[in-house]
């Protein structure tokens, strides 16, 4: 069975420092792997993919993540935090099903806090 | 254009009562996903659809969960004798046929008294 595990609960960095966030996955075969951002009130919304091809991907708002299949990570960063980044975080892995769809598992989330 | 929009935002409902939540996706998603959060976790799977055929309902948790999704747009995830356990936050996602993009809507806060 797949899994997520994102091993850090609450991260705080102060704005202007680069940002590591951790995901590891459990997966029989090449996995997809997602980042998506939930802001308070906010529906998730998909940072960034990776499908195939080149390990480092970049996404929305100047978030990068890259694919490790030696090391089962796909870690999440960013160079330069914005205060406008304090959200949870979440990774998740999904194959994609018979017919077509993408059933996902998502890690527990990290929340970031951004000190001014 | 517009996204994924779900209703009601919020619900308060006491033990025993059955709820429905509505779900409806982006226009010209066949695909259509419920999912369940729970404080401090991250969003579990329990149904899916394909237009209107519920192609994978593995995650619902018992059989007071039901999903459906008449014709092939708007779905309707309905808990019958809702129980304390069934706070949470209830997330529909859609996404075009073989799309492994998903685009979540706000959720319901479902809360049980």
Not at chain 1, 26 to 53: D, E, H, I, M, R
Not at chain 1, 103 to 115: H, R
Not at chain 2, 76 to 94: G, H, K, P, V
């Amino acid at each position: 069975a797949q899994s997520v595990t994102q091993p850090d609960i609450h991260i705080t960095v102060s704005e202007g420092a680069s940002l590591e966030l951790r995901c590891n996955y459990s997966y029989g075969a090449t996995p997809y792997l997602f980042w998506y951002v939930q802001s308070p009130g906010q529906g998730l919304q998909l940072l960034l993919k990776y499908f195939s091809g080149d390990t480092l991907v970049q996404g929305i708002k100047g978030f990068e993540a890259e694919f490790k299949r030696s090391q089962s990570s796909f870690n999440l960063r960013k160079p330069s935090v914005h205060w406008s980044d304090a959200a949870e975080y979440f990774c998740a892995v999904g194959p994609i099903l018979t017919g077509g769809g993408n059933k996902l598992t998502f890690g527990t989330g990290t929340q970031l806090k951004v000190e001014l | 254009g517009a996204g994924v929009s779900q209703s009601p935002r919020y619900k308060v409902t006491k033990r025993g009562q059955d709820v429905a939540l509505r779900c409806d996706p982006i226009s010209g998603h066949v695909s259509l996903y419920w999912y369940r959060q729970a404080l401090g976790q991250g969003p579990e799977f329990l149904t899916y659809f394909n237009y209107e055929a519920q192609q994978d309902k593995s995650g619902l948790p018992n059989d007071r969960f039901s999903a459906e999704r008449p014709e092939g747009s708007i779905s309707t995830l309905t808990i019958q004798r809702t129980e304390q356990r069934d706070s949470a936050m209830y997330r529909c996602a859609s996404s075009l046929e073989q799309g492994v993009e998903q685009y979540f809507g706000p959720g319901t806060r479902l809360t049980v008294t």
